[in-house]
């Protein structure tokens, strides 16, 4: 009887310019890489080249409260740029982030629905919550509590669950000598009363060849662990040490099973890399990019994200304990804040924490290629992640750095497959297919 060999899942993150708060300035990056749909599929088509899993399009419907010293990190509309990267590939998944907080079920399921089908089955959604101020300030509304955002993002997910799986694998006839199209008895309506949104369905048409759509989710809390184990398929978690990342996937894990499911979401934790031919020329141009960095902005920008007042940090000082907020506190993401936090409880100064930690918080390697591959392959074996996103330094120089060398090392350990076995993202992921929306659709319509 032959086992199954465990293999890496990689993701490549479409972060505008780069991981980098710097990426921008670098020679040869266009500076606004974040609404330029080339720049975005040309490295979609470098990542499919690669045989990486899927690219990975973040979003926050919003600008940041002060671009004069960085653009933003995305621009277009994520299932939008999605759908133009898919007429130009064929294997590689296409995830976009979505806020719960800021659409409607039915709109967005269809959207993401619609991506699906469009790609052949490589679509995925990364459902997210939302706080920051610029977006509430978009959407006319008032800041929503951490509990009651992640309490309609659990009924969210499951609505849309259920609107994907709103057509009945039957439902359609096309019988053209007969003139009979569809048998309207097989679709699985929702029961307005037994959703949160009171709605219905079905959908403007039918899934995919993967069935529907994969669901993502990134939240670090303790509510954000909480969907994800209950909702999720794929966790794109942030830990800034592998202690602290197997502690959180055994809990993800265990909540998992509590909850009646026979298999724990995938765990794929963003890792910034800064590749160089040696170490010594990556930590070169690791310096390099550093010398491009706005200090004051970085300050400013590492401040709000640890949501402590500007004015008590200081460069080359450490960060007051007394002055971090209980990470449950925090507006923003708690995963991202926890990785910063421990950079400040092990004494680094703001500058080596601004030098340590880019992308929101995500952790940042500096190596050669076998020095990249040898950090993953540890957490992989470890059991603490089941692959990474990839978060390049620069998307420009950087992606194909990482496509080019740290792949081929990975291929000749046996850890990262060498073609695509399948055409879905589903198939890549390995994630079987569930039916069955809990408490949402009755078993017929008329």
């Not at 993150?13 to 266009?30: E, I, V, Y």
């Not at 403007?204 to 184990?229: C, E, F, M, N």
């Not at 026979?262 to 141009?285: D, F, N, Y």
């Not at 010398?291 to 007051?320: C, G, N, W, Y």
Request: charged share 20%; with cysteine.
């Amino acid at each position: 009887m032959s086992s199954v060999v465990r293999m890496l899942h990689i993701g490549l993150n479409l972060h505008g310019a780069g991981g980098h708060s710097a990426a921008w300035r670098w020679p040869g990056t266009n500076p606004s890489a974040f609404f330029d749909i080339e720049h975005y599929v040309h490295a979609a088509k470098l990542a499919e080249r690669g045989l990486l899993d899927a690219v990975f399009l973040a979003d926050t419907p919003a600008i940041p409260s002060d671009i004069t010293r960085q653009p933003p990190l995305n621009g277009l509309e994520p299932t939008l740029a999605l759908a133009v990267i898919a007429r130009e590939t064929e294997r590689i998944g296409l995830i976009a982030t979505a806020s719960t907080t800021y659409n409607e079920p039915y709109n967005l399921a269809r959207r993401f629905q619609s991506l699906d089908v469009i790609s052949g089955g490589r679509a995925a959604w990364n459902a997210v919550t939302t706080s920051s101020p610029a977006t509430v300030a978009n959407f006319g509304g008032h800041q929503v509590g951490r509990a009651d955002r992640y309490k309609r993002a659990e009924d969210f997910v499951e609505a849309v669950r259920a609107l994907w799986l709103s057509w009945g694998g039957r439902t359609i006839i096309a019988d053209q000598a007969a003139g009979l199209y569809a048998d309207q008895s097989q679709f699985k309506l929702l029961d307005p009363n037994q959703n949160a949104f009171g709605i219905r369905g079905p959908l403007t048409h039918p899934g995919s060849r993967q069935g529907h759509p994969i669901i993502v989710q990134a939240g670090g809390s303790d509510y954000g662990l909480r969907l994800a184990a209950r909702s999720a398929d794929v966790v794109f978690a942030a830990a800034g040490d592998l202690t602290t990342a197997l502690r959180e996937a055994e809990r993800l894990r265990a909540l998992s099973h509590q909850f009646g499911r026979r298999v724990a979401p995938l765990i794929l934790p963003g890792l910034v890399t800064c590749i160089g031919g040696t170490e010594k020329e990556a930590q070169r141009r690791k310096k390099e990019l550093d010398d491009l960095l706005d200090l004051q902005h970085a300050i400013v920008a590492l401040a709000r994200s640890m949501d402590v007042p500007v004015e008590k940090l200081s460069l080359d000082e450490s960060i007051p304990e007394e002055i971090l907020p209980d990470p449950n506190d925090v507006p923003f993401s708690v995963g991202h804040h926890r990785t910063i936090e421990s950079l400040a409880r092990q004494g680094r100064t703001v500058r080596e924490i601004i030098s340590s930690v880019q992308a929101f918080g995500h952790r940042l390697f500096v190596g050669a290629p076998e020095q990249i591959a040898d950090s993953i392959e540890t957490w992989f074996h470890a059991g603490a992640v089941d692959g990474f996103n990839i978060i390049p330094d620069v998307l420009t120089d950087g992606a194909p750095a990482f496509v080019e060398h740290v792949v081929p090392v990975l291929q000749k350990r046996g850890l990262f497959r060498t073609e695509y076995r399948g055409e879905t993202l589903r198939e890549h992921f390995g994630i079987p297919l569930n039916v069955e929306p809990a408490n949402m659709a009755s078993t017929s319509a008329h």
